[in-house]
């Protein structure tokens, strides 16, 4: 596993490094007070850290650190529970911070403290993967190791870059070290999405020259690979909807041998399974009070859990803290028999209130100290691979036996039956362009549940207005019954979420 630790607590604190104005505020990850020093507290600075092979080892490694802050507090509110796979749960009885809850209805202003905190995120590892590329050159590090240590930075400003532009829009661009308070201001400024999304392609394109197929030492699980960089680019193709561009790369992927699909789906959430043959990239935590963990069992849970069943351990101050749960139309998206519903979620009966509420089941982590778990947090799996070329394919011209195929082994895992055309059974028959679209998208939403797709796929297809509005209609129904629902929810399906107060206040 990647050893995030070292580079944190040893070395990002006595590096003066600017991005914006914002993120300076903030500081990166494990940062607190350091960041104002302009002076370093010991023999290393910026200026001799990056030389050596090691440096840039423990460089590259701080690059993913940020990723573990943004998909632990972030990314499951404003992609998964944005969508209608998921839903913000309050306890009626201690309503506490709304913050989530208005992402959820589509309220939150651009003072939204989860909203900043992802936009301060992606820019200061942005910002580690610009100094990484800038000063790479000058290393004294031997060409096969400078493409490796290179071609994951690369991948991860893309990444980030990718998820910045599809939930912002147009957005500050920058590719360069910023040195100075001036250049912070500088580079406030926005760019339009279409120059952001030439940047993303070329730093993909270039992850995917540099990046080997696998790597082997145990030390080194959890690293990008070319495979990782084809997925990105493949899905970023695909948001722009060119899907011709997008089924070389995944059929690459496939040709690879890297990856199969596990024999049973819970597998790929299993923590002793972690990094398996199906993963393409997740993100790495490790249990334990070492700032290195997830807390998704607290987060993905109903807010009543007294109940140690769930989390297997006693809340110290007796206070219910879950808030993310599964949806009813998500709940009643699963087909009978299919096995994926049972490792994803499943209902638990409040002792405390009498009420019954379903949970995520895919990162139930029981007897971790406190609920800070090991879980890893899948990002691209293989399975997504299989069904972003059956709709690429399917895109291209109806009746591909390949799409057909990429769908049903899929749907084999989960123990359903083949969908085909003609199929004299109404729900497997699948005989239009258009009724192939709507199998993928009900694929994608129960094989990715809880994986940070949904909200995405909605956008891309055009889908998010439509499906939203319908999913308002039956949240107001569902939670009527026990709470009220806001007013205003779900009043402005908003595509975009808005640009953080504090960095729009650069630019004027």
Aim: glycine share 6%.
């Amino acid at each position: 596993m990647v050893n995030y630790q070292h580079f944190n607590n040893q070395q990002i604190m006595k590096i003066y490094i600017y991005v914006f104005l914002t993120v300076i505020t903030i500081g990166f990850a494990g940062c607190k007070k350091d960041y104002l020093s302009l002076q370093p507290t010991d023999s290393q600075t910026k200026e001799n850290f990056y030389k050596t092979k090691a440096q840039f080892q423990q460089a590259i490694n701080g690059a993913y650190a940020p990723l573990q802050g943004i998909y632990n507090g972030s990314m499951w509110a404003m992609a998964e529970m944005r969508s209608d796979n998921t839903s913000y749960e309050y306890d009626p009885y201690d309503r506490s911070a709304t913050n989530k809850e208005e992402i959820d209805e589509f309220r939150e202003l651009n003072n939204n403290d989860i909203v900043e905190s992802f936009f301060n995120n992606s820019y200061a590892d942005i910002q580690r993967c610009n100094v990484i590329l800038a000063r790479l050159p000058t290393g004294t590090v031997d060409a096969a190791s400078a493409d490796t240590i290179g071609g994951q930075a690369y991948f991860l400003r893309a990444f980030n870059y990718f998820n910045i532009v599809r939930m912002f829009g147009d957005a500050p661009l920058v590719i360069t070290e910023t040195q100075s308070v001036g250049d912070a201001f500088k580079t406030a400024t926005k760019t339009s999405v279409a120059n952001i999304y030439t940047q993303i392609i070329a730093d993909a394109q270039a992850a995917i020259t540099k990046l080997p197929l696998r790597f082997t030492a145990q030390t080194d699980k959890g690293r990008v690979t070319k495979g990782t960089a084809e997925t990105m680019l493949a899905e970023v193709y695909m948001t722009q909807k060119k899907f011709d561009l997008a089924i070389p790369l995944l059929r690459s992927i496939i040709s690879s041998g890297v990856y199969s699909l596990n024999n049973d789906y819970a597998d790929n959430f299993d923590i002793k399974k972690e990094n398996g043959p199906e993963s393409i990239f997740e993100i790495q935590y490790i249990e334990g009070p070492n700032g290195l963990g997830s807390d998704f069992v607290d987060t993905f849970i109903p807010w009543d859990y007294y109940d140690t069943d769930i989390t297997g351990y006693e809340i110290a101050n007796g206070a219910p803290n879950g808030w993310n749960i599964p949806t009813q139309d998500l709940v009643n998206a699963y087909e009978d028999g299919d096995a994926r519903r049972d490792a994803s979620l499943t209902d638990f009966t409040s002792d405390e209130y009498g009420i019954d509420l379903p949970f995520i089941k895919k990162y139930q982590s029981i007897g971790a100290v406190q609920g800070i778990t090991g879980n890893n947090f899948p990002v691209y799996r293989y399975a997504d691979v299989y069904l972003m070329l059956a709709e690429c394919l399917n895109e291209q011209g109806f009746g591909s036996s390949d799409a057909f195929k990429y769908l049903n082994l899929v749907r084999h895992r989960a123990g359903l039956d083949p969908k085909s055309i003609g199929n004299s059974n109404p729900d497997l028959n699948v005989s239009t362009q258009e009724q192939f679209r709507t199998a993928i998208a009900h694929e994608r939403q129960v094989e990715l549940a809880f994986e940070n797709h949904r909200w995405f796929d909605l956008l891309r297809t055009g889908k998010a207005t439509e499906v939203m509005k319908a999913h308002a209609a039956s949240e107001r129904a569902y939670k009527n019954d026990s709470w009220q629902i806001n007013s205003a929810a779900y009043a402005n399906i908003r595509l975009l979420y808005p640009y953080p107060l504090n960095q729009a206040n650069l630019e004027h």
